[in-house]
C-alpha cells in the first residue's frame, strides 16, 4: 500500500497569504496524484487532478505541482473560503489511498 | 448536473450489517469512463477509501474491510450500494459516495454525495 504524508499537520495564515502544501509518497506514484478541498460539515471537492490539472471550476489560484514521490499544492493569494482541510489522493496502485490532511487555519 | 444521494440508516448495532445506497441522477453509471466509489470519514479524522465499482460490475476493495463488504450496482435503477457486515464502533463515520473518473490518471473523485453519519452503537 503507498503511504502518502502530508505536511504540515496545520498551517497558520492570514489572508491574502501564499499557502504552500506538501503531499510525500512511500513510492513513486508518477503524476498519479489529486488534491481535495474540504470545508467543515462538507464533502471533500476535487482541485487538482493529475498532479498539476486544475479541476472544472476552481480558481486560478490553486495549482499542482510535482512528480515521483514529492508534490505541491499551492494557494498564490488565500480568500477567506479557502480556510478548510486539504488532502491528497494517489491511485497508481490499488488500493487508492488518501494523505492525513493538513488543515489552513486562520492567524 | 449529476447528482449523488446516500441513504440507509443512521444508526446500526453493533455485529450488524451496514447497509447503504447511493442514487445517481442527471446520468447514467453504466458508462465505461466512471467508477462509482464508496469513502467514509470517522468524526474528526481523515478519509478512508472503502471501495469502487466499475461499469461491469467489477469490484475494487481496501483489503483492510474485504472480507466484510460487497459492493453492488443496479444500473437499471442508477443506484450503487454497500454491505458492511460484522460492524463494530470503529466504523462510526460519515460514508460518502462518489464518482470516480478513470480518464485521469489518478482516477480522481470528482463528484461526491452529501454524505450520511452511521453510528454503529446498541
Known amino acids: 500500500e503507498i503511504v502518502l504524508t502530508q505536511s504540515p499537520a496545520t498551517l497558520s495564515l492570514s489572508p491574502g497569504e501564499r499557502a504552500t502544501l506538501s503531499c510525500r509518497a512511500s513510492q513513486s506514484v508518477s503524476s498519479s496524484l489529486a488534491w481535495y478541498q474540504q470545508a467543515p460539515g462538507q464533502p471533500p471537492r476535487l482541485l487538482i487532478y493529475d498532479a498539476s490539472n486544475g479541476a472544472t471550476g476552481i480558481p486560478t489560484r490553486f495549482s499542482g505541482s510535482g512528480s515521483g514521490t514529492d508534490f505541491t499544492l499551492t494557494i498564490s493569494s488565500l480568500e477567506p473560503e479557502d480556510f478548510a482541510i486539504y488532502y491528497c489522493?494517489?491511485?497508481?496502485?490499488?488500493?487508492?489511498?488518501f494523505g492525513g490532511g493538513t488543515k489552513v487555519e486562520i492567524k | 448536473q449529476l447528482q449523488l444521494q446516500e441513504s440507509g440508516p443512521g444508526l446500526v448495532k453493533p455485529s450488524e450489517t451496514l447497509s447503504l445506497t447511493c442514487t445517481v441522477s442527471g446520468g447514467s453509471i453504466s458508462i465505461n469512463n466512471y467508477y462509482w466509489g464508496w469513502i467514509r470519514q470517522p468524526p474528526g479524522k481523515g478519509l478512508e477509501w472503502i471501495g469502487s465499482?466499475?461499469?461491469?460490475?467489477?469490484?475494487f476493495y481496501n483489503a483492510s474491510l474485504k472480507s466484510r463488504l460487497t459492493i453492488s450496482a443496479d444500473t437499471s435503477k442508477s443506484q450503487f450500494s454497500l454491505k458492511l457486515n460484522s460492524v463494530t464502533a470503529t466504523d462510526t463515520a460519515v460514508y460518502y459516495c462518489?464518482?470516480?473518473?478513470?480518464?485521469?490518471?489518478?482516477?480522481?473523485?470528482?463528484?461526491w454525495g452529501h454524505g450520511i453519519l452511521v453510528t454503529v452503537s446498541s
Open positions: 489522493q494517489q491511485r497508481s496502485n490499488w488500493p487508492l489511498t
Open positions: 465499482i466499475n461499469y461491469v460490475g467489477t469490484t
Open positions: 462518489a464518482r470516480q473518473d478513470v480518464k485521469a490518471r489518478a482516477d480522481p473523485f470528482d463528484f
